[in-house]
Structure formats: C-alpha cells, structure tokens
C-alpha cells in the first residue's frame, strides 16, 4: 500500500531500482545521441515513456519522505528527471522533508503552473513550512485562491521568525465551547469525521477565542453526557506563544511528556497548535545542523549541487584553517634550533596537541549541548567550568604521568620524560579553557556556540601543544 512505513532493507532496494532505471534511461539517451535523427526520435519514443512510466509508479509508492531521501541522493539531472515523476498530492510534502539546499533547487528547476498546483494541494500548514523555498510571485498568486481567514493564518505563519513556534503550529486545532457539555462535543466531534493527527486533547474556549483550557480525550470519553466542559478542563496546562522558542518549546514537550499543545497569541486567543511530530522534526534537524557547524559547513548545502558553489561555501572556513595550520608551522619554526639537537622532540610532539584537541572536544560538546538546552547559565557557568578544568587537571596528571614513563622508555632520558608529562597537563588545561571559551563567547555573540568550535579547537590545541612542549624542552633539555 502506498505511503505504508516499510522497513530499511526494502526501502533500500526499491530505491535502488529506481536509481537503476534512471541510470537506465541516461544511457539510452547518450546511445540515441550518436545515431541518425530517425533513429533517435524513434529510441526516446519507445524507451523514454515505458522507463519514465515506470519510475513515476515506484516513486509515487514511497512516502513523502522517502521520496525526499532519494532525491537527496540523486545527481542533478536524475534528481531533475525524478522530480518531475513525483505527483502533485506528494510533491509539497517532499519539499518539506528534503533538506533545504535540495528545496531550492527543485523549487529553482519547476516552472510556475506546476509551482501552483503544488501549493493548491498542500493544508495550510503545510503551504507556511514550504514558503521559503517558493518564488514570492508565486506565492501571491496562491494566496489571491484562499479564503481570507486561511490566508491571513499563511502569511501570519511564514512570518514569524525561523526558530519559532509560529513557524512550526499548524492550523488543525479543535476548539470547545467552555460552556459546553460532553455530549455537546461528541456531536461536534462527529460532525467532522475525522480527527487531526496527535489529537490527544480538545482546546477549550471562550466566546472569544480566548484559551481557557484543555480537555484530554480519555477524559471526555469517560464522563457523563451531561457534564460540563468547563468541570473537567485542565487550566495549568502548558501553552506557547509564535514568537517562542523552538528549542525551548522541544524541551517542554521532552520535560512534560506532550503529544500535543495550544499556541496563542499574546491576547490569549488560539490561534494554532504545536505537535510532538513537529518537534521532532525540529530536534533531529537541530541535531544534524550542529554537527555540521562544528565542523564549520552549511547545514543546507546540497550534497550533490554544483562544484563552484560548495567550493566558495567553505572558503570562509577553509581559510581560517589555512591560516591557522601556518601560525602552527611558525611555533614549530621558532623552535628548529632544538628540534635539530633533539629528533625525538619531532616524534612526540604531535602526541601533546592529539590528546590536547580531544580534550577539548568533550569539553566543547558538553557546553554546546548545556546551551542549547539552557542548563548552562551565569549562575551555574563558573562551577561547572571549575569541574571541567578539575576534570582536565586529573587526566593531565594521570595520562601525563604514563606519557612521561613512555617517553623514559623510548628515550631513556628522564628529563624528557618530564617535560613530556608536563607539557600534556599543561595542553590538557589549555584545552578545557578553549572549550569552555568558544561555545560561551559565542553565544554570548548571538552566535550558534557549534559554528566552526572544531576548527577553532584545534588550531589552539595544536599550536599551543608545540608552543608548550617545545619551549618546556628548549629550557630543561637543551
């Protein structure tokens, strides 16, 4: 059955197949290519259509996001040519599950009128989480098709920042009457036959529109007809203005266990609702963002997209490296004179600035992961970077000690053996300070703390780790 979850083994090979059908149809256009004109035309007319045909059945059998990861892994004329077989009921979904970079490049590679057919098959909510990958003029043409209401909902969604609730409610709420009784909502209820997706609770109302409460489902069922909404409703429950945070709002519904959860405006009126689907959407893509960043890429770069434009997307990056790898060659620079009179100083060297950017690492993710959950804050911040450097003092000691007999070992110098187990304590400490300082500076900044934290990381662990071990040796050995 169409869209039905199937697991990763046959997900994999279905899609497979069709990334052999594609290869397929590319090969037979090259061979068409070299013959006659006549020949030509009559290969593409017998072949083009059966394989087109083909893939267009396979695609449509996968789920919305399935079909996006396919995409994602398709070169761009293949993913063009699947694009293109996706049908107009699935199309909207896969630009929302696709990751941006391929968004805008489908969106880019589709001419107006089907733009709009999309659009005109997509919810509300749906059409506000895809906005920014179609073109404003289209965008206006659709919303001149929708009911006022519907369209002033849209064009409130799209504009609420891009980490906020607003920009992930979706307009599928159930509002009560507050005056109403049991049996009254259960008439409602019907009326609709059918309910939204993670409808565990009913957002109870006044005349208004004003929030008053919720009312859980197990609850309206178990009561009496005739008992009063405004009896059974739940006043405290938690609720979140567009303007909140995502983050925080991902962290309330891990906190208080929610499927589901109003969102009002700042007069307390309802105006969408929030969804444990929709957070966890968000919380994976959070996830997936920081681990890039750390490494100073764009979350949105496109996996398979042109050469010239993912070369100038890291430039920034790729640059800073460069420039600190040669500050790190003139540390060692400064130190040739002892490294000439001492060989084993170039052997163990890169020894203090591994261990010093690993250090670091867990430091830094520690932070990062505090201030993205909001653990860390200026009550809390100076303890726990006492603990970490604490943490760093007692494996520099421990694993400096072990260096330094290992170093005594090899060398049969017990000199060097104490400056190597100096100078890992010393790198070690080195490296929980830069790891407690990126994130928190960033931050501070209004930066992302993981933007490019690697990188930083490890030109200061490695410069620092030359600068320490071998000026600790020019001193005691030399």
Request: aromatic residues 6%; hydrophobic residues 45%.
């Amino acid at each position: 059955m169409p869209d039905t979850p199937i697991t990763e083994d046959r997900l994999q090979a279905q899609i497979q197949s069709i990334i052999t059908l594609l290869s397929r149809e590319q090969m037979v256009t090259d061979a068409a290519i070299q013959q006659s004109t006549q020949k030509r035309d009559l290969v593409e007319q017998l072949t083009h259509r059966q394989h087109m045909a083909e893939v267009a059945n396979r695609i449509n059998a996968l789920a919305p996001a399935d079909i996006a990861h396919l995409l994602e892994m398709l070169p761009r004329d293949q993913r063009r040519a699947a694009w293109e077989q996706v049908g107009l009921d699935k199309a909207g979904d896969v630009l929302w599950e696709a990751t941006d970079g391929v968004a805008d490049a489908l969106a880019r590679a589709t001419d107006r009128d089907r733009l709009l057919a999309i659009c005109r098959h997509l919810d509300d909510d749906d059409l506000a989480q895809i906005a920014d990958h179609v073109p404003d003029d289209v965008l206006q043409q659709h919303y001149l098709s929708l009911a006022p209401e519907t369209r002033a909902w849209v064009k409130a969604a799209v504009s609420y920042p891009d980490d906020s609730v607003g920009r992930l409610m979706n307009n599928d709420q159930i509002a009560v009457d507050q005056n109403a009784t049991v049996k009254d909502v259960l008439k409602q209820l019907r009326r609709l036959g059918t309910l939204p997706g993670q409808t565990n609770r009913l957002f109870v109302v006044d005349e208004r529109r004003r929030l008053k409460g919720v009312l859980p489902v197990k609850t309206l069922l178990l009561h009496r007809p005739r008992a009063f909404v405004a009896d059974l409703m739940e006043q405290d429950a938690p609720r979140f203005g567009p303007e909140d945070n995502t983050g925080a709002a991902a962290r309330a519904f891990e906190r208080y266990d929610l499927v589901s959860a109003p969102v009002v405006d700042d007069k307390g009126r309802l105006i969408g609702r929030l969804t444990v689907d929709a957070v966890m959407d968000f919380v994976r893509e959070e996830a997936e963002d920081q681990a890039l960043k750390r490494e100073g890429l764009n979350p949105d770069e496109d996996l398979l997209g042109p050469i010239w434009k993912t070369a100038r997307q890291r430039w920034l990056w790729l640059g800073l490296n460069l420039l600190t790898a040669f500050i790190a060659s003139r540390v060692i620079g400064v130190f040739e004179g002892s490294i000439e009179q001492l060989v084993a100083l170039a052997t163990l060297m890169p020894i203090i600035a591994s261990v010093g950017g690993n250090t670091g690492n867990q430091t830094i993710a520690i932070f990062i992961r505090g201030l993205a959950l909001d653990q860390i804050n200026a009550s809390n911040i100076r303890p726990l970077a006492l603990k970490e450097v604490g943490v760093s003092t007692v494996n520099g000691v421990i694993w400096g000690s072990v260096m330094g007999v290992i170093a005594f070992a090899l060398y049969q110098n017990p000199a060097l053996g104490a400056v190597m187990a100096a100078a890992t304590l010393l790198n070690l400490l080195v490296a929980a300070v830069v790891g407690i300082g990126v994130p928190v500076t960033m931050n501070k900044l209004g930066r992302d703390p993981a933007l490019g934290s690697s990188v930083l990381l490890t030109f200061v662990t490695d410069s620092m780790g030359f600068f320490i071990f071998l000026g600790l040796a020019t001193v005691f050995l030399l």
